[in-house]
């Protein structure tokens, strides 16, 4: 138990270093390449932070176990869409870019309503694996060629000191490595502690692994907030739940030995959940393209309800466990709502005072 403990320790310190230079190494490879920082948000830091996503959902499929590979990718992406956005927003306030609010937002809900719609088979077979690798390529394809349109006062060529370049690589490598062994140290001590308290698969994906593997993206996020980097801080939350339904789970798929079945709760309470978290998603972002405090903050306690209904499905009274659906269907849907009606409100306040 103790040796479980220490690794969480050393895990968590090791990703908070980490995570430190993985930010300044990322800005620095953007200002020399000239490439905008969104854009290595969404590709490098985001794929880069969701390896342990991609090493625990592999490790799981390969031995067969679908709700902890299921799991992990749900509860990571609902973890990165209400936790970090939430937290990067209640630190200081978010502004977007208009390309990540009409392109990105709409692409990672989209993967979310795909992923839904074939879950609702049952079962993800290999076909359907392939499917989402083919859209992630789409997917980054559009990416690199967006980088390639750069704006016409800065296509004037630009001393670049690859020097410089070679050392800043060399540091995001580095710190990657930290981040994905401090992921895995982490893991490795969590889920050893959950399995002896005696709870599912399925919950221990959901909750301590998803968190867990969900680290380097909190600590990269975090790090990129307190510097004022809104773009690395959104677009690596954005990112890698894109990643994490076309690639995790499509790789996941292909190599595992058979048809990952989709479990009953997963369906009825935690998919719904995940759609309902993409779409509060964008709705925040929709007027004037910013995130505040306030919405980060409401973003927080959404999670901690749906936190709240998990623990009540590891209890063994299945009277006690029913209020696992009823907290998702009597509390997060009216909060839902309220937050829809508020922005609405916002954004009619809004317009009639730029009409004044």
């Known amino acids: 138990m103790w040796i ?13 270093i980490s995570a430190e230079y993985l930010v300044h190494s ?4 953007a200002q020399t390449l000239s490439i905008p920082k969104l854009l290595i948000g969404l590709t490098i830091v985001s794929f880069g932070t969701s390896a342990p996503e991609l090493a625990v959902s592999s490790i799981a499929a390969l ?38 609010l009409r392109f990105d937002l709409p692409i990672a809900f989209g993967a979310s309503l795909l992923v839904a ?17 083919g859209l992630l390529a789409l997917y980054l394809a559009s990416l690199f060629q967006f980088s390639k349109k750069p ?41 050893n502690l959950a399995r002896a308290a005696g709870v599912s698969e399925l919950i221990v994906g959901l909750s301590l692994v998803a968190v867990g593997t969900s680290i380097p993206e909190v600590a990269t996020s975090i790090s990129a907030a307190f510097k004022r980097e809104s773009g690395i801080a959104i677009g690596n939350a954005i990112g890698s739940n894109i990643f994490n339904l076309l690639g995790v789970l499509g790789i996941s798929v292909i190599i595992a030995p058979a048809n990952l079945q989709v479990s009953p709760e997963l369906l009825s309470r935690d998919l719904p959940v995940l759609l309902a978290a993409s779409i509060l998603m964008i709705l925040a972002f929709l007027s004037h393209r910013r995130l505040s405090q306030r919405e980060g903050v409401f973003l ?22 029913s209020w696992s659906m009823k907290l998702i269907y009597f509390l997060l849907a009216p909060s839902f709502l309220l937050f829809v009606l508020l922005r609405t409100r916002q954004r009619m306040s809004n317009r009639r005072r730029s009409s004044a």
């Open 4 to 16: 479980d403990v220490i690794k969480v320790l050393l895990g968590l310190g090791l990703l908070s």
């Open 151 to 191: 704006k016409r006062q800065e296509s004037r060529a630009i001393a670049k000191s690859w020097r410089g370049l070679s050392l800043q690589a060399l540091i995001f490598l580095v710190t990657l490595t930290g981040l994905i062994f401090g992921s895995q140290w982490f893991v490795a001590g969590a889920a």
């Open 300 to 321: 927080l306690l959404a999670y901690g309800l749906y936190a709240v209904s998990l623990y009540f499905s590891t209890l063994s009274s299945h009277a006690l466990s």
């Open 26 to 29: 990322s800005v620095k490879i």
């Open 117 to 133: 719609w074939m879950a609702y088979g049952r079962s993800f077979d290999p076909l359907k694996g392939w499917i989402l690798l």
């Open 63 to 100: 031995q067969g176990k679908a709700d902890m590979t299921l799991g992990n990718i749900v509860g990571s992406n609902l973890f990165n869409s209400l936790v970090i956005v939430g937290l990067t927003a209640a630190i200081f306030p978010v502004i977007v870019s208009r390309r990540l």
